[in-house]
């Protein structure tokens, strides 16, 4: 039970802190709308609940058999960081005025989840 209480109060913690995936979540709130906010939160807590299940059920055995997963993970997070950062560059900072695009999608959301813990290792 006390295992229990410690991974529900760690999901807590990691769910409400400011971090990036909240950051995201915040900037699509406010340029495309509550339903953006949502695809996207909705990716970071199935990416979230699923990078819990698999760490409790031994993905760190895994990757402990084979590092070269762990460093392609990594490549991945900075390749994703550098896609943010781009898009950041580029960004013209207007609130609202690229109607084209719906926001940020559930699968970056998940991605986020994903591989922001590997690149922090």
Known sequence: MSIF?????????????????????LGAGAQYG???????????TFGFALLLLFTGLGLHEVLSHWPYLTRIIQWAGVAF?????YKLVVDDGQLGADTASKGPSLVSGAAMQWLIPFLIQ
Do not use: D, E, K, Q
């Not at 209480?5 to 979540?25: D, H, K, R």
């Not at 960081?81 to 950062?85: D, E, I, P, S």
């Open 34 to 44: 509550l339903a953006a906010s949502m695809r996207h939160v909705t990716g970071a």
């Open 5 to 25: 209480l410690s991974m529900a109060a760690f999901a807590l913690a990691a769910s409400i802190s400011p971090g990036p995936v909240n950051i995201v979540a």
């Open 81 to 85: 960081l550098f896609f943010m950062a």
